[in-house]
């Protein structure tokens, strides 16, 4: 019988170190200190929602600044792991908030979240927005900010949604900040 439960061990055992071999990454690679246009994430914020991986990239446009300066302007930060798009954030500018439209993402069982004037989670991300500059009226444009966050591939999709809301709420006061938008 003790036979028997040494073998049991010895597979569940192996079973746990399944990924743990030499040269397969165990862990997502370590971030900078600050991601995302010099600032808007914590790098250790970031990294629970990235799999596995040896080398991070990040974009070209990340090195620009975040300047939004007209209509469908969009600032993009994506980082790569091992050549391979695994988070995405960004911002576009709309000139009407009626312009802003997720019904791509209804197939996605969207989830309202309360940050910004409107927005949703889905099982990979979240977008939402805000007024920069309101509009005046219906017929003249304002400065609606819509942010995107894009985490498809996150090892842990329930720890993910549970953080997309706090996630999206860092980008949304880096934007304000940024564009110097006034805050609510």
Known sequence: MSHIRSAVVAVALSGLLVGCSPGEP?????????????????????????????????????????????ELDSAICTLYIDGKRRFQ????WWNFAESIDWTSRASDFPERIDVGDKGIMWKGGA???????????SKSP????????SA???PDKYRLRSAL????????????????????
């Open 89 to 92: 954030a960004s911002a576009t």
């Open 165 to 184: 809301p706090k996630l999206m709420e860092k980008l949304m006061a880096f934007a304000r900040g940024e564009l110097q938008c006034s805050g609510r």
């Open 26 to 70: 165990a862990a997502a690679p370590e971030l900078p200190e600050r991601i995302c246009w010099g600032g808007a994430f914590a790098g250790g914020d970031v990294s629970p929602f990235l799999p596995p991986g040896t080398r991070v990239e990040f974009s070209p446009q990340v090195d620009g600044s975040f300047a939004l300066t007209k």
């Open 152 to 154: 498809d591939y996150a």
């Open 142 to 149: 304002g400065k609606y900010i819509e942010l995107r966050i």
């Open 127 to 137: 977008s939402s927005f805000f007024a920069c500059e309101p509009a005046k009226s």
